[in-house]
């Protein structure tokens, strides 16, 4: 499927009709195991569903298409992903570099449980080239990259980072998010491995918690995918395939978030209650042009710095109606959320913390008109 373009690679890769009935999509193998012919005489390699499951290896073909990958595994979360790739990789004793505004998640799981194991992490200002090779050291084996950042929507140029890491013999991971391979595809850029919570733009409706690793060669998938099998962290078959389902329409959904997103961010530039926007298709984004060279659009996400401080951020998230106040991104409803209380709580008082005046909005695919006038509506409620 390599040479087909992403929309359809989306749609066909992994996807194949059953062979027995020629159902246009292949069916949900809801099973905890499979009928051996003979003792280990296993049909298509298929054992338990732990080690395999054939609708979440059609989704393992899909997402590893999708970024151009060798391989993909599914988990059952963005943060069992990020678990089994970690354990697969690290061991006590080596050494993580962070950028300073990663997902609050995954700054407690480097934080709360790889601490314990031995792991060490620095966190830097990834866009800065000096800070980064300062922050490197021998034990160093992984420089993991957000790009766009949460929520504050820095960039990373992605080919300058994965220069110096590898001159340092490390390796970068991308948390590709926030992005979705519809917009950028880090291994292409010269990362090592992707990471994704599918939850958000690849399943995009807001119904599945789900995660994957993404190889962009053979080196690591063996112990990975050894962890994920002797722990288990799997997804399940139907949340498999509603992940598969959702990402068929992902390259068109992506497309529109990235429309309503921009016409917000040009809006909320002109109103005074904002004092800044974080969107990396305005001009004056420190990262746009960055942005604009490897990614092929800008996004659905972006964040606004209220004028009037963290009073008004909060009643603002507060007072709108399409835009619905709940944590999670990516799907086809618009969402408003305030960062320092919810998604980045896990982060307040650390070198991470969430400027106090700042709302999150994750812009769906709702009328551009509709949305303005919610939010506009909002702003007069304060
Ligand atoms: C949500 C999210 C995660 C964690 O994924 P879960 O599916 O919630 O476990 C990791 N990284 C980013 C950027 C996220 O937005």
Redesign the pocket.
Known sequence: MSEHAFATRAIHAGQAPDPTTGSIIPPIYQASTHVQDGIGGFRDGYEYNRAGNPTRSSLETQLAALEGGSAALSFA???SAEDALLRGILKPGDHVVLGNDV?G??YRLFARVFASWGVETTTVEMSDADQLRAAIRPETRIVWV?TPS?PLLKIVDIAAVAEIVHAAGAIVVV?N??ASPALQQPLSLGADLVVH?T??YLGGHSDV???AVVFGDDRFIEQVKFQQFAVGAVSAPFDAWLTTRGIKTLAVRVRQHSENAQAIAEWAAGRPEFATVYYPGLASHPGHDIAAAQMSGFGGMLSLGLSAGAGAARAFAESTELFQLAES?GGVESLIGYPPDMTHASVRGTALAVPENVVRLSVGIEGVDDLIADLEQGLARL
């Open positions: 979360s963005g943060l997902y998640g995954t957000e949460n948390d998010t926030f919570s939850t958000k918690l789900g995660g991104l």
